[in-house]
């Protein structure tokens, strides 16, 4: 199966993004003489302005920097806490134990923190001079009211910014004794997860990809293509994939189809009726499918030099470099 786009090869500034005006924005900070961590953070204000049924700056965001000077990796974790003054016990009292629509499904912002920590230990370039294409894309920046970090449909804006609310405070349980339950200054679950395949002297090859549960299966068939099946990038996230929904989701009610499993239409009747007679509960989505996530990742060759890139051709990702 051949890809709809050819990849992307670099030896110098490799930039992919899930918007392509975001991949423009990055790779015009590269040529300013910016450094990675002043791209990720364009990346972050311009698709928060780009893709507001997404992504927003009072939402989460987990990041992942690698150091090449000495191998080391910093994580950002990307999510706020519960605020202190609210209780599993409140929640008993006035809502007989659920979490209730609207502004207590919010937890702490925690993607501003990352964005300006990031830039304060690592930076390059100013603020304003990383935040200027996303200011540009905003127009004027009085033309859109709400950058949410989840679906746009129920989140509550702070009054006086346009900035809306993260409802990730819908990723955490309300029983007493699980491991993500809410309590004063505890995290939900995370379920954004970047991952870093590092073979060193050899290679670096950094994957993510939106699309909630279904992320984590993304990007791990597309590191497994490249590493074990010799696809290139482009090749890999835009090959057919699986996603099961074997376990509780993050958000509630936190459903679940034991033995699920859903396989995109190329993959084909061969392989889907052998996977039924095992006992899985087998389900097409069509190709290329934009549920089933839209991975970003770039193969550095650390002997040659080349850099690839792959953006993922089922929302619009993108990818550019030279």
């Known amino acids: ?14 930039v992919v993004s899930g918007h392509y005006l975001a991949s423009q924005a990055g790779f015009q900070i590269l040529e300013a003489g910016g450094n990675s961590m002043d791209l990720g953070v364009a990346f972050g204000l311009a698709v928060n302005v780009l893709e507001p049924e997404m992504t927003g700056f009072g939402g989460v965001g987990s990041a992942m920097l690698y ?19 609210l209780t599993r016990e409140f929640l008993v009292e006035q809502h007989g134990g659920r979490l209730p629509e609207g502004i207590l499904k919010m937890v702490v912002p925690a993607a501003p923190d990352i964005w300006l920590t990031a830039l304060e230990r690592y930076r390059t370039l100013s603020f304003g001079e990383v935040a200027a294409a996303a200011i540009r894309f905003a127009g004027d920046g009085n033309r859109f009211s709400a950058t949410p970090s989840d679906p746009a449909i129920s989140a509550a804006v702070v009054p006086g910014t346009g900035i809306t609310t993260s409802r990730w405070g819908s990723r955490t349980h309300t029983g007493p004794h699980h491991s993500v339950r809410l ?9 954004a997860n970047p991952m870093l395949a590092i073979q060193p002297g050899k290679l670096l090859m950094p994957i993510g ?9 993304a990007q791990l068939q597309v590191l497994l293509s490249q590493v074990l099946f010799g696809m290139d990038p482009q090749s890999a996230v835009e090959a ?10 993050s958000a509630i009610p936190h459903t679940y189809r034991p033995g699920s499993l859903k396989l995109e239409a190329p993959i084909g009747e061969a392989s889907g009726e052998p996977l039924s007679a095992l006992g899985h509960d087998v389900s097409w989505r069509p190709e290329r499918a934009w549920r089933a996530g839209s991975v970003c990742t770039i193969h550095s060759d650390l002997g040659s030099g080349v850099m690839t890139g792959g953006a993922g051709s089922r929302r619009i990702a993108y990818a550019i470099g030279w």
């Open 183 to 191: 309590e004063p200054g505890w995290r939900p679950r995370m379920s």
């Open 209 to 217: 990809s939106p699309g909630s549960e279904v992320l984590g299966h």
């Open 240 to 249: 057919p994939r699986f996603a099961s929904e074997s376990w509780p989701a």
């Open 67 to 85: 150091h090449a000077g000495d191998g080391a990796v910093t994580n950002f974790v990307g999510v706020g806490p519960w605020p202190l003054g």
């Open 1 to 14: 199966m051949k890809p709809h786009r050819p990849p992307v090869m670099a030896i110098r500034h490799p």
